[in-house]
């Protein structure tokens, strides 16, 4: 089946540094990947949508200067949590699209947990 | 614009019992409806989806969830769960459009005792 994964596993990084996060399809092209975030207890939001080769759309409220998400590829999505702080700290979980005529489904990754001090 | 409700943010169950997580969407198009478990720590793995076709889904690890479009609900069942259900379980939807964005419902966690 679709395989999606993500590295690091888990991150602890100090305030004001910055994070990679990459999400990667290891046996398909998505041609659209999505990140998420999720507090503890909470729902999955959708931060922003990834398509390959274009910008990334973000959703209201999410800072696309401090997250900045790369597409290079149709198997590579990267997030970067610039100059974090303590706030940022949250399970941040990508997922990769696949599919075609109509029929299209998300495959999600393990997650990355990101802890700020 | 779609939303999920999942009204019940905690279940608790005895092992070998059946269990009914409800949900229910609002919508004003047609929507792929899913249901995703998570457990601790982990991302999210798919249990069932309902696209066409018959109402009753059947999903991985015994589960199965009821499309009734009248009442716009997705409630997902099994007969008789085990400890290793334990976990969060959300449901979701999706327009039929490919560009479209998944939204989740708030999750209830299934607790599971012995």
Known sequence: GAVVSQHPSRVICKSGTSVKIECRSLDFQATTMFWYRQFPKQSLMLMATSNEGSKATYEQGVEKDKFLINHASLTLSTLTVTSAHPEDSSFYICSAQTGTGGEYEQFFGPGTRLTVL | ?114
């Open chain 2, 1 to 114: 614009a779609q939303s999920v409700t999942q009204l019940d943010s905690q279940v608790p169950v005895f092992e070998e019992a059946p269990v009914e997580l409800r949900c229910n969407y609002s919508s004003s198009v047609s929507v792929y409806l899913f249901w995703y478990v998570q457990y601790p720590n982990q991302g999210l793995q798919l249990l069932l989806k309902y696209l066409s076709g018959s109402t009753l889904v059947k999903g991985i690890n015994g589960f199965e969830a009821e499309f009734n479009k009248s009442q716009t609900s997705f409630h997902l069942r099994k007969p008789s769960v085990h400890i290793s259900d334990t976990a969060e379980y959300f449901c979701a939807v999706r327009s039929y459009s490919s560009a479209s964005k998944i939204i989740f419902g708030s999750g209830t966690r299934l607790s599971i005792r012995p």
